[in-house]
């Protein structure tokens, strides 16, 4: 999502006469787009303003902005903190860069801006004319913004403000134009895709009756969605994945723990049957369907058996790719105010085991893969020694091809025999 911002204020800003410069050193305007996620994320960017404070006192006109959560979450206090940024805004200023940016010509004080927009649809109006560059063969497309599941670890709901979606018809004028322009695989994005459309919408539509409807737009090869949570993931959904051919293979799904206890305490609202149930019914609709997950160890309160659960729940579904966190309590979360029961070092532990256990179970899954013949989407030249481009094939697994210089470009789809795998990607040479 913070690519997508990005994006986003890189198209406002080029739009103002803003290009884009290879190194720091040759910017006029220098934008750190944060997350606040976990406290690691917050720590980089302090470290990374730290390189960039002597480059403002080397240049007093040089622009130095912070955007996104940590902006929403800090604000002022940023100010104080580095007294060189002109200024901080928050994620839901995104549109409002250009004009951050003319004050800070007119004006000498740092300012703030994190309100939230009070508008009761999103909108993310059309610009029209050249874009900064050009899009590649994936783009993504926000389709709703902010949470109103109130995680009780999450800080999202709180930096990200209230769920709103986009109007639909803008979402199919939005991917026609983005298709026109060269792309061929749609990502749909949200903190929950599937609260799509719940409410404020003039013309209201539930989440996968927007899947059915991009998937009739011409020139789309690939649709893909991401995330979701699993109390919002409907049968419906299910069902989309059998009936549309442009819908990929692949669902990310987070389960955060595989312990009834700790989703209570987590506020995640279902229990592990109800997610199983949901991954068996979608294996059995569609069988080669890859699952990735995000998983988070050393919850407060978390016990070594709990925990257990968790490595049980993982093998039993064989995801293909996790994402795994020690939990980071963050200001302002319900369970903040828990007692941060585990200790460090066994955060730790249980991290490592979690990634030994995924890095076995995407080895098994991707050894399926070898001396089979998959489709692959090509994104662009392989930066692997030896192999000729990268893309994707349906379940996202990453893929390093040989063969084709010259035949293919970036957006071709191309048949790849899977030789061996390396790491969580599969290598081949294309048919
Ligand atoms: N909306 C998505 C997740 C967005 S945040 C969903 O509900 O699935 C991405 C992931 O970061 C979460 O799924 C969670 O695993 C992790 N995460 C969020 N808050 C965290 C925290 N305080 N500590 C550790 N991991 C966290
Ligand atoms: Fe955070 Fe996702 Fe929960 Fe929303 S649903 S509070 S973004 S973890």
């Given at each position: 999502?913070?690519?997508?911002?990005?994006?986003?204020?890189?198209?406002?800003?080029?739009?103002?006469?803003?290009?884009?410069?290879?190194?720091?050193?040759?910017?006029?305007?220098?934008?750190?787009?944060?997350?606040?996620?976990?406290?690691?994320?917050?720590?980089?960017?302090?470290?990374?303003?730290?390189?960039?404070?002597?480059?403002?006192?080397?240049?007093?006109?040089?622009?130095?902005?912070?955007?996104?959560?940590?902006?929403?979450?800090?604000?002022?206090?940023?100010?104080?903190?580095?007294?060189?940024?002109?200024?901080?805004?928050?994620?839901d200023?995104?549109?409002?860069?250009?004009?951050?940016?003319?004050?800070?010509?007119?004006?000498?004080?740092?300012?703030?801006?994190?309100?939230f927009d009070s508008e009761k649809v999103y909108t993310i109006?059309?610009?029209?004319?050249?874009?900064?560059?050009?899009?590649?063969?994936?783009?993504?497309?926000n389709i709703i913004k902010g949470c109103d599941?109130?995680?009780?670890?999450?800080?999202?709901?709180?930096?990200r403000g209230r769920e709103k979606s986009r109007e639909p018809e803008e979402l199919?004028?939005?991917?026609?134009?983005?298709?026109?322009?060269?792309?061929?695989?749609?990502?749909?994005?949200g903190q929950n895709v599937?609260s799509y459309g719940k409410r404020g919408l003039n013309n209201p539509i539930p989440f996968?009756?927007l899947?059915?409807?991009?998937?009739?737009?011409?020139?789309?090869?690939?649709?893909?969605?991401?995330?979701?949570?699993?109390?919002?993931?409907?049968?419906?959904?299910?069902?989309?994945?059998?009936?549309?051919?442009?819908?990929?293979?692949?669902?990310?799904?987070?389960?955060?723990?595989?312990?009834?206890?700790?989703?209570?305490?987590?506020?995640?609202?279902?229990?592990?049957?109800?997610?199983?149930?949901?991954?068996?019914?979608?294996?059995?609709?569609?069988?080669?369907?890859?699952?990735?997950?995000?998983?988070?160890?050393?919850?407060?309160?978390?016990?070594?058996?709990?925990?257990?659960?968790?490595?049980?729940?993982?093998?039993?579904?064989?995801?293909?790719?996790?994402?795994?966190?020690?939990?980071?309590?963050?200001?302002?979360?319900?369970?903040?105010?828990?007692?941060?029961?585990?200790?460090?070092?066994?955060?730790?532990?249980?991290?490592?085991?979690?990634?030994?256990?995924?890095?076995?179970?995407?080895?098994?899954?991707?050894?399926?893969?070898?001396?089979?013949?998959?489709?692959?989407?090509?994104?662009?030249?392989?930066?692997?020694?030896?192999?000729?481009?990268?893309?994707?094939?349906?379940?996202?697994?990453?893929?390093?091809?040989?063969?084709?210089?010259?035949?293919?470009?970036?957006?071709?789809?191309?048949?790849?025999?899977?030789?061996?795998?390396?790491?969580?990607?599969?290598?081949?040479?294309?048919?």
């Open positions: 999502m913070n690519v997508a911002d990005t994006d986003r204020m890189e198209l406002i800003l080029f739009h103002s006469g803003y290009q884009r410069t290879q190194e720091k050193e040759d910017a006029d305007l220098i934008l750190v787009n944060t997350c606040s996620i976990r406290e690691k994320a917050e720590q980089k960017t302090f470290s990374l303003f730290g390189g960039l404070k002597p480059l403002k006192a080397a240049n007093p006109d040089l622009i130095l902005g912070l955007t996104g959560c940590m902006g929403q979450q800090d604000g002022e206090k940023l100010l104080k903190r580095m007294p060189y940024l002109d200024f901080v805004l928050g994620p200023q995104v549109e409002g860069i250009g004009k951050a940016v003319n004050r800070v010509h007119e004006s000498e004080k740092p300012f703030v801006w994190t309100g109006p059309e610009i029209s004319g050249d874009l900064p560059q050009k899009p590649g063969a994936s783009a993504f497309v599941k109130f995680c009780t670890f999450c800080i999202v709901p709180f930096t199919y004028q939005e991917i026609r134009h983005l298709i026109k322009q060269g792309a061929k695989e749609i990502i749909l994005l599937n996968h009756k899947l059915y409807g991009i998937a009739e737009i011409p020139g789309l090869e690939r649709l893909r969605f991401t995330t979701s949570h699993p109390n919002d993931f409907t049968r419906e959904t299910i069902r989309a994945y059998r009936d549309l051919d442009v819908l990929m293979n692949h669902l990310h799904l987070p389960i955060q723990s595989g312990n009834n206890e700790i989703l209570k305490s987590m506020r995640r609202d279902h229990t592990v049957e109800e997610y199983l149930e949901l991954i068996d019914e979608l294996k059995s609709e569609v069988p080669d369907v890859s699952l990735t997950t995000d998983i988070i160890v050393g919850f407060p309160g978390e016990t070594d058996a709990q925990f257990q659960d968790t490595l049980k729940v993982m093998e039993r579904v064989g995801y293909s790719s996790s994402f795994m966190f020690s939990y980071s309590p963050r200001p302002g979360t319900p369970a903040n105010e828990f007692e941060d029961s585990v200790p460090e070092d066994v955060k730790k532990q249980r991290l490592q085991e979690l990634i030994q256990l995924q890095n076995r179970l995407t080895e098994e899954q991707s050894n399926l893969y070898k001396g089979k013949t998959i489709e692959m989407l090509i994104e662009g030249n392989s930066g692997k020694p030896g192999y000729s481009f990268k893309g994707r094939n349906p379940q996202y697994w990453r893929v390093n091809a040989t063969g084709g210089e010259g035949l293919y470009k970036p957006g071709d789809r191309v048949q790849v025999c899977i030789e061996q795998t390396s790491g969580h990607g599969l290598c081949g040479a294309i048919q």
